[in-house]
């Protein structure tokens, strides 16, 4: 009888086949989403970060489970696969009971203690194998906490980074800041964000002249100092007396998921140079005598400045004019100058005058609202920036205010707040350089301009913050300007693991197509499954008995009996093979050539009985209860 049928019944159902096409599909689409998302630099900053930072746990539980499914398709995809091509093996050559359990197990992915150890082996390195896609899954899924650049302009995934309040000075708003009055105006607020005044000289002269009096640290570098506000930022050097705007109107901004952001604001790049000037014509000069030595003198702090008379004004000291300093500022025909005036006490600053340029510029401001700090940088132009302010107003103003600083502590009698803001800075200039330079011839001149020159900047500076803080806070004179934000967000996965996971998939899919084609879409694949313990049992049975009587001739041989352990080896080595019995599938006895016993042991089996002996059997008994039937003894007799 030929051991092939004839007939299509046996063979196994398209659909079974099939199976592994959903998972390929599953595994692929999720590896090409993230394939997709990591070339495409996806991430997001809105739902799922918000899910991910509030529910870490969650996050993480979820991940596992997603993960450990997807492995687990691509691992029963290889399972089946396995499955189909030992069970076409079997259709044609025999296999034996251990190569049996060896092909289940690997199905099954479980490993199995009692087989021989080269079966164990590669077991057990599948075993291994078969635990890393979950992880690598795992690595591929896990969401990565990262930034993302918002641009102004809005993408179909992205919305558009938000616009910011920026100060202008128009002349809709010049009632409040083209004032010319050396009174205070009432137009001072005061809110949880600190003081907003047209007024610098009376609400925030502590404040500018603290920042002045360290302009410049120790090791020579500019210095870092905070906002004259409560917003708690802090400038990383010079302000140029832009960035207002931070922490006072960014709220859209300045959110708990912004790492920081960054726009552009026109102002003034102010440059402030120094020299001496021994023929100035900006004195102290004696007008009361006091004779009662508990009584100041009057002085009169007044003269001709390179551009023109200024304003003169009183100033007051004990006994002498040694801890008087007195400074102007003054603005004509488009020419700005500081000049100082002092006595003994203050002497180095005595005849120093001061040019200002107040140069139109770009800035680009840098916030970092992580850390709370701001970075302004000047831009390069290719062609003038626009005066923000036409009417040279501003300049004036602020020119005006460092005189009005001076003037209103004229009258202190035994220190000069003014002189003791810039020799503090002159001392920190002196800490930076050199010690063995003080013998030069210069050297003192040198430190003493550089030491004003960086104080009455930040002086400078921090008068146009206060302005612009106070068209925002109290005009609401503004434009708006766009913001480029770096904001906190999530990916999908680590790349590595993004790459190795579409590795994965690729060889899983590659492995099927090529068997698919190697056994011509399995096509001799029969039902029988040596998996499924139905099929098994049934698949046995159908095959008679001669399987048990071929392990019970081979531990005849070796004077033993079967007794059911899984690790035995006699019975690990028949063989078997897969074949019919008229139109019933059997898993049959294979008898290797040579090894063919002769019909009587077919029919007597001699099987050892520990304690039973015979003298004419010498120790065996003789079995013959088992007689086959027709059909069965061509099983046994090995009928192809």
């Not at 650049?149 to 009632?175: C, G, K, N, T």
């Not at 003081?195 to 502590?206: D, K, M, R």
């Not at 063995?436 to 004003?452: D, F, I, M, P, R």
């Amino acid at each position: 009888m030929n051991s092939r049928l004839s007939y299509n019944h046996d063979r196994e159902d398209i659909w079974t086949k099939a199976l592994p096409i959903p998972g390929l599909l599953l595994t692929t689409l999720f590896t090409s989403l993230l394939l997709w998302t990591n070339r495409s630099n996806w991430t997001d900053s809105q739902g799922l970060y918000q899910f991910v930072t509030n529910n870490r746990a969650t996050s993480q539980i979820l991940v596992q489970i997603i993960a450990q499914l997807l492995g687990a398709v691509q691992i029963h995809i290889l399972c089946t696969l396995i499955g189909f091509g030992t069970r076409l093996r079997l259709n044609s050559r025999p296999a034996t009971l251990d190569q049996l359990r060896f092909w289940n197990a690997l199905c099954e992915v479980r490993l199995d203690w009692s087989l021989p150890f080269r079966f164990f082996l590669p077991l057990t390195i599948f075993f291994v194998v078969a635990v890393l896609p979950g992880a690598i899954w795992a690595g591929a899924l896990t969401p990565v906490v990262t930034s993302t650049i918002i641009m102004p302009s809005a993408s179909w995934f992205y919305p558009a980074s938000p616009y910011l309040d920026v100060p202008r000075y128009s002349p809709a708003s010049a009632e409040f800041w083209n004032v010319t009055s050396w009174v205070a105006p009432s137009d001072t607020i005061r809110t949880e964000k600190g003081i907003f005044t047209y007024s610098p000289n009376y609400a925030l002269q502590g404040l500018i002249l603290n920042v002045a009096a360290s302009a410049t640290s120790p090791d020579g570098t500019a210095q870092n100092h905070t906002k004259i506000d409560n917003s708690r930022f802090t400038y990383l050097g010079r302000s140029f007396g832009v960035g207002s705007s931070v922490g006072l109107v960014d709220d859209s901004l300045n959110s708990t998921n912004t790492l920081g952001y960054n726009y552009t604001e026109v102002g003034y790049s102010a440059q402030v140079t120094c020299i001496v000037n021994d023929t100035s014509d900006w004195t102290l000069t004696l007008v009361s005598l006091s004779d009662d030595e508990t009584f100041p003198n009057t002085y009169l702090a007044a003269g001709n400045l390179v551009n023109g008379a200024s304003d003169g004004y009183a100033a007051c000291g004990l006994y002498n004019d040694n801890d008087i300093v007195a400074l102007v500022g003054h603005t004509f025909n488009d020419q700005n100058v500081f000049a100082i005036a002092s006595g003994a006490s203050y002497a180095a600053l005595d005849g120093v005058q001061c040019n200002a340029e107040f140069v139109p510029t770009n800035f680009s401001i840098s916030v970092n609202v992580t850390e709370s700090t701001v970075i302004v940088t000047p831009l390069l132009q290719s062609v003038p920036v626009p005066n923000m302010e036409s009417t040279g107003a501003i300049v004036a103003i602020t020119m005006r205010e460092p005189t009005s600083f001076s003037q209103q502590n004229a009258c202190d009698l035994y220190r000069s707040v003014i002189g003791d803001t810039l020799t503090s800075n002159i001392a920190n200039i002196n800490a930076s350089w050199d010690p063995t330079l003080n013998a030069l011839t210069g050297y003192q001149s040198k430190t003493t301009l550089q030491g004003v020159e960086d104080s009455l900047t930040s002086m400078v500076d921090n008068v146009l913050l206060a302005y612009s803080s106070a068209q925002l806070m109290i005009a609401n004179d503004t434009y708006q300007a766009p913001t480029t934000a770096l904001i906190k967000s999530v990916r999908i996965g680590e790349a590595i693991y993004i790459y190795t996971v579409a590795a994965v998939n690729f060889l899983v899919v590659l492995v099927f197509i090529f068997e698919i084609s190697r056994t011509r879409g399995w096509k001799d694949l029969r039902r029988f499954d040596y998996t499924n313990i139905k099929s098994l049992v049934v698949g046995t049975s159908m095959g008679g008995t001669a399987i048990a009587n071929a392990v019970r001739r081979a531990h005849a041989s070796e004077r033993t009996v079967w007794d059911g352990t899984s690790g035995d080896v006699i019975a690990g080595n028949i063989a078997v093979r897969l074949t019919n019995h008229g139109e019933d599938l059997a898993l049959a006895f294979h008898e290797e050539p040579g090894q063919s016993a002769s019909r009587s042991e077919d029919y007597e089996m001699l099987v050892h009985y520990p304690g039973e002996t015979s003298g004419a059997s010498q120790g065996l008994k003789v079995d013959r209860s088992y007689q086959p039937s027709q059909s069965s003894q061509s099983w046994i007799e090995g009928d192809e």
